[in-house]
């Protein structure tokens, strides 16, 4: 994830980067248009996890779609990690960063998120997401004991009053298939998707981005491997339609995988503070494909409350709170 709390989520556990400065894409002699299509690229495919999480729960349980969608990413992983030859932490506080990371970002973070997506909507789940930068830096606030400054709490209020807007069944923004109960629970998914940021990117410092994620997510594997008895039911898999394989597929790599590296080449070559910008599409793009995709009728009202959410959310980036991972990727 970059050095910024832009989040292209995610989160998964997102990526980290320590970014490129302005002349980034200048220096790297690679066209704008070109590096900011792959950041692009990299948006469209997080903006359509929610709807992929959906489309897996409704054939399978819903911990086996969170433990299958770290398992199936866990594979290439390690492949990267093997002929990359990626460096992993050497200090005890870097290793211990780094296993914290994993656990929240590729176990606690799929494992709820699959849950909260059984019970709620694909575009609920996807605008509940948006808040993610928010959480992220309330907890690297915290970890780091420095309070943001005025303009990081006034979008912090605005986002978090787009997202009362979007669970509160009282404001008419329901829709079929939304809950409370799964709203609030993909909101407690992105606090451990944030966990999982803020210590990756304090990890990122010793061993960098990719390593942070590639070794998370192997890790992330190592841990669910003994528990799939417990998760994933004996003959889940008969019966199981060509759709639902395709989005198990599609969580595991296009969203752990391909987006990452998509992310961090865009990154590597580009101007941060405008690729950056590119992350406040994914609430758009999860609408879209939820309408597309699942058949869920946006509504003026759902679509004013995910301004709102994305309003505060830019209004809170632009307060320069403490910096720390992005909230990418483990969406």
Aim: aromatic fraction near 8%; include cysteine.
């Amino acid at each position: 994830m970059p050095r910024s709390l832009q989040a292209p989520s995610s989160p998964p556990a997102g990526p980290v980067s320590k970014g490129a400065g302005p002349a980034a894409s200048q220096n790297s002699g690679t066209p704008p248009v070109a590096i900011l299509s792959v950041a692009l690229l990299a948006v469209v495919l997080w903006g359509a996890s929610p709807i992929a999480t959906k489309l897996a729960v409704a054939e399978l349980d819903p911990f086996a779609v969170g433990a299958l969608r770290t398992l199936i990413g866990a594979v290439p992983a390690v492949a990267i990690l093997a002929f990359g030859r990626l460096a992993f932490p050497r200090s005890a506080s870097g290793r211990w960063l780094l296993a914290v990371s994993s656990l929240s970002g590729f176990v606690v973070f799929p494992l709820l998120f699959s849950l909260a997506l059984e019970l709620t909507s694909g575009s609920h789940g996807g605008l509940a997401l948006a808040i993610l930068p928010i959480t992220t830096a309330l907890i690297a606030a915290l970890f780091e004991r420095r309070l943001p400054p005025r303009r990081w709490w006034i979008g912090a209020a605005v986002a978090l009053a787009g997202t009362v807007l979007l669970v509160d069944n009282r404001f008419g923004l329901s829709s079929p298939g939304a809950s409370l109960e799964g709203d609030l629970l993909v909101l407690l998914s992105c606090l451990a998707a944030s966990a999982g940021y803020v210590a990756g990117g304090r990890a990122a410092r010793e061993i960098g981005a990719p390593s942070v994620t590639f070794w998370g997510l192997a890790l992330g594997g190592a841990m669910l491997l003994p528990l799939t008895p417990f998760l994933i039911p004996s003959g889940a898999f008969g019966g199981l339609g060509a759709g639902t394989w395709g989005a198990l597929v599609y969580l595991g790599l296009a969203i752990s995988i391909v987006g990452y590296l998509a992310w961090y080449w865009a990154l590597a070559r580009g101007d941060m503070s405008r690729v950056a910008l590119i992350q406040f599409l994914q609430p758009g793009f999860s609408l879209l494909f939820a309408a597309l995709v699942l058949g869920e009728v946006v509504t003026w009202p759902l679509a004013v409350a995910g301004a709102v959410i994305v309003a505060g959310v830019a209004l809170a980036q632009s307060g320069r709170a403490p910096r720390t991972a992005s909230t990418a990727a483990k969406n």
